[in-house]
Structures are given as structure tokens and as C-alpha cells.
């Protein structure tokens, strides 16, 4: 079985995999990191482990992983399933090589674009002969609530919401319609920009928030909520076999 740690910026997911099959899954804080992940493990024979990290895992922390199991730390320099054309592949986040390696194992040989909606929503584009190019960073929902709360000295702090209709007449519902409606708008007009110039035909959703944006897209789109735990998983096990 193999150990899959994903340290976000937010939260630490971990989940345990027999071959490409998900049997267990937590979510945990950054504090919790040793003490849950101990009592996690406990209960299956894990032989490996890889550890994604975009946060801040303590080295102490990693070790506490690599101290129990044969660990990859994934980096841009761990062997990949792709190519990767990126000009500076040291500073692309390993969560993104993960979707990409996600992809590369569930569509090849398709055009692809991969949609990470966390706290930034990234873009990522691969195409059919299997060369990463790169994509794009934007401001996830949270951020651009609380950007707008923290930026101004009159805006609210707002959670989530899907607004009824785009015109909004009341601060409150102005704020949700250009932060949900406009989010929206903004991936469904990259998605058809990728159609138009690069002929990509499969388009993934996934992250956090990928449920509650699904909702307002009008282009067709795959959504995978384990996309970068079994990109992770994929990367492991191509290291090791």
C-alpha cells in the first residue's frame, strides 16, 4: 500500500492506496500533522510514501514520514509522466506537476486542460503527445472575499454563495455576483480560448470548490475530486515499480 500526503495551503490531506484504489482518506491541520497521521497509518501495511508540499511542512515533520517509510519528496527533479516544457520548472508547485501526472495516467494522447479550484485557481494545460506547457494562477473564491474585505474600508467579509441572478442590489449581493458569477465567466472564457487556439478537448475540474463552480459553467467539463491524490499515487508507484 502506499502513504499519499498532499500539504496544501489551508489543510494536509492524506490518503492510503492499495494499487490505484483509494481505501482510506483524512483530513487534518498542520498541528495535527504527526499525532493523526500516526494513529492514521496504524491500520494498513504501507510499504511507500510521497509528500506533496505547496505549505509549510516542517522539515520535522517530513522526517516524521521518512523516518517510518521509503519517502519521495516530490520535486520538479522526481521522474515524471510527461514532459515538461515549463522555463521554470523549479518554481512550478508540486500540486500542479500532480494534476498533470493525473492526467497523463487517465487521458492520453487528449489535448488537456486541468482546473484546480483551491485557493488560487490554477490552469494547466498538457497536450496530446504529452509535453506540459504551463497555464495560468488566479485568486480562488476565499481570496477574493477576503481581498475585498481586507482592501476596503467598507466591504463585508461574505461566505460562499451563489448569487440568483447577476444583477446584484445590495452590497451583499453585488459582492457575490462578481466574485461566484465572475469566477464563472472567467473559467468558462479560458476554457473556450484553449478550444479555439489549442484544440484541447478534455477539461478537468477539481479542488475545493470545484462542486460549487461546476454549477455555473456552461462548457462541458470532467470533475474528479481524488484528481491530485491519484497523480500523486501515480507518481509513487512509477518511482518504485
Given at each position: 500500500m502506499q502513504l499519499i500526503?498532499?500539504?496544501?495551503?489551508?489543510?494536509v490531506k492524506v490518503a492510503v492506496?492499495?494499487?490505484?484504489?483509494?481505501?482510506?482518506?483524512?483530513?487534518?491541520?498542520?498541528?495535527?500533522?504527526?499525532e493523526k497521521l500516526g494513529d492514521f497509518v496504524a491500520d494498513y501495511p504501507v510499504k511507500k510514501a510521497i509528500i506533496s508540499s505547496v505549505g509549510r511542512l516542517s522539515q520535522e515533520q517530513a522526517r516524521s514520514v521518512q523516518l517510518r517509510f521509503p519517502t519521495i519528496l516530490l520535486s520538479h527533479k522526481t521522474p515524471l509522466p510527461f514532459v515538461n516544457d515549463y522555463a521554470t520548472p523549479e518554481t512550478l508547485g508540486v500540486d500542479r506537476l500532480?494534476?498533470?501526472?493525473?492526467?497523463?495516467?487517465?487521458?492520453?494522447?487528449?489535448?488537456?486542460?486541468?482546473?484546480?479550484?483551491?485557493?488560487?485557481?490554477?490552469?494547466?494545460?498538457?497536450n496530446a503527445e504529452g509535453h506540459y506547457k504551463g497555464g495560468?494562477?488566479?485568486?480562488?473564491?476565499?481570496?477574493?472575499?477576503?481581498?475585498?474585505?481586507?482592501?476596503?474600508?467598507?466591504?463585508p467579509l461574505l461566505e460562499m454563495k451563489i448569487p440568483e441572478t447577476i444583477v446584484g442590489d445590495s452590497t451583499e449581493t453585488a459582492i457575490h455576483s462578481g466574485v461566484m458569477i465572475g469566477i464563472a465567466k472567467e473559467i468558462d472564457g479560458i476554457i473556450d480560448q484553449y478550444k479555439s487556439d489549442f484544440g484541447v478537448?478534455?477539461?478537468i475540474l477539481t479542488g475545493?470548490?470545484?462542486?460549487i463552480l461546476s454549477k455555473r459553467l456552461k462548457n462541458s467539463i470532467f470533475a474528479h475530486s481524488n484528481f491530485l491524490m491519484e497523480g500523486l499515487n501515480y507518481i509513487l508507484r512509477r518511482t518504485n515499480d
Amino acid at each position: 500500500m502506499q502513504l499519499i500526503i498532499d500539504v496544501g495551503n489551508t489543510r494536509v490531506k492524506v490518503a492510503v492506496f492499495d494499487d490505484d484504489v483509494i481505501v482510506a482518506k483524512i483530513t487534518i491541520t498542520l498541528l495535527q500533522f504527526v499525532e493523526k497521521l500516526g494513529d492514521f497509518v496504524a491500520d494498513y501495511p504501507v510499504k511507500k510514501a510521497i509528500i506533496s508540499s505547496v505549505g509549510r511542512l516542517s522539515q520535522e515533520q517530513a522526517r516524521s514520514v521518512q523516518l517510518r517509510f521509503p519517502t519521495i519528496l516530490l520535486s520538479h527533479k522526481t521522474p515524471l509522466p510527461f514532459v515538461n516544457d515549463y522555463a521554470t520548472p523549479e518554481t512550478l508547485g508540486v500540486d500542479r506537476l500532480a494534476l498533470v501526472a493525473a492526467f497523463a495516467k487517465a487521458y492520453s494522447g487528449k489535448n488537456g486542460l486541468i482546473i484546480d479550484a483551491g485557493t488560487c485557481i490554477t490552469y494547466d494545460f498538457i497536450n496530446a503527445e504529452g509535453h506540459y506547457k504551463g497555464g495560468a494562477i488566479s485568486p480562488g473564491v476565499q481570496l477574493r472575499y477576503k481581498t475585498l474585505n481586507n482592501l476596503t474600508a467598507n466591504l463585508p467579509l461574505l461566505e460562499m454563495k451563489i448569487p440568483e441572478t447577476i444583477v446584484g442590489d445590495s452590497t451583499e449581493t453585488a459582492i457575490h455576483s462578481g466574485v461566484m458569477i465572475g469566477i464563472a465567466k472567467e473559467i468558462d472564457g479560458i476554457i473556450d480560448q484553449y478550444k479555439s487556439d489549442f484544440g484541447v478537448d478534455t477539461i478537468i475540474l477539481t479542488g475545493g470548490d470545484a462542486e460549487i463552480l461546476s454549477k455555473r459553467l456552461k462548457n462541458s467539463i470532467f470533475a474528479h475530486s481524488n484528481f491530485l491524490m491519484e497523480g500523486l499515487n501515480y507518481i509513487l508507484r512509477r518511482t518504485n515499480d
